[in-house]
């Protein structure tokens, strides 16, 4: 089993940033290709971005890129989400996710196995 706690949501004005965290504490962070999807209300859950296990692959919805860049430490077993520029259009619920699957395939939500409870992430205009 593995535990995904985020941090680092809350309220901003478009234009502004804001980092994501995800914490996950046990021995087996490394081990796993973690992403970020998002769900706004009424919508379904998208994809944003995802990393290789060791952080040499990244990718990236259109959205977001050249605006968002996913990280990771895995010695503090931590993912991260450096979100910039951001829009009202990126108000919604972020969740990290672990998948045991290639980094390749971060974008299909059903390759994650593990999901964390989500934090809020609200842009006002």
């Known amino acids: 089993q593995v535990q995904l706690v985020e941090s680092g949501g809350g309220l901003v004005q478009a234009g502004g940033s804001l980092r994501l965290s995800c914490a996950s504490p046990?021995?087996?962070?490394?081990?796993?290709?973690m992403g970020w999807f998002r769900q706004a209300p009424g919508k379904e859950r998208e994809f944003v971005a995802a990393?290789?296990?060791?952080?040499?692959?990244?990718y990236y919805a259109g959205s977001v890129e050249g605006r968002f860049t996913i990280s990771r430490d895995n010695a503090k077993n931590t993912l991260f989400l450096q979100m910039n520029s951001l829009k009202p259009e990126d108000t919604a619920v972020y969740y990290c996710a672990a998948s045991s699957w290639d980094a390749s395939y971060g974008g299909r939500h059903y390759a994650y196995e593990y999901w964390g409870q989500g934090t809020q992430v609200t842009v006002s205009s």
């Open positions: 990393i290789s296990r060791i952080g040499d692959s990244t």
């Open positions: 046990g021995r087996t962070f490394s081990t796993y290709t």
